[in-house]
């Protein structure tokens, strides 16, 4: 299935986030944009045990795979998680570096513009 624009939108206010997003919810957003992607779950590597972020990113896609969540539901989720993470940390629609300090790349910025004024977003 091929993503929406609502849903790359949301892609790109995540790295818009102005507060450190918490580890469950980066987990979710990591799920649900695997699932998005259609990217076969049973095509992963499993994780060495001893790699603890590749194992709970592994995990939190294993979960939403085996709650038989489909790429259009990944993707509702994803864009309502977005939207209560940026209530919940903060966003900065001008922002062009992410919360942790990492510069957000110039196509990406200016796909967020191109996306928001399609969309009509008041940003």
Not at 19 to 40: P, R, T, V
Not at 48 to 63: I, L, P, R
Not at 66 to 75: E, F, K, R, S, Y
Request: glycine share 4%.
């Amino acid at each position: 299935m091929p993503v929406t624009p609502q849903f790359e939108l949301a892609t790109l206010e995540v790295k818009k986030i102005t507060g450190a997003i918490s580890n469950e919810d980066l987990l979710q957003f990591y799920a649900f944009y695997k699932i998005s992607h259609s990217e076969d779950f049973a095509k992963a590597e499993k994780p060495s045990a001893f790699n603890f972020k590749a194992k709970y990113k592994y995990q939190a896609w294993e979960k939403e795979v085996n709650a038989g969540v489909t790429a259009a539901q990944a993707q509702q989720k994803y864009i309502q998680l977005a939207e209560t993470c940026k209530q919940k940390y903060g966003f900065d629609a001008k922002a062009t570096k992410s919360a942790n300090g990492e510069a957000i790349k110039d196509t990406d910025l200016k796909r967020f513009d191109e996306l928001a004024k399609q969309l009509g977003k008041p940003y």
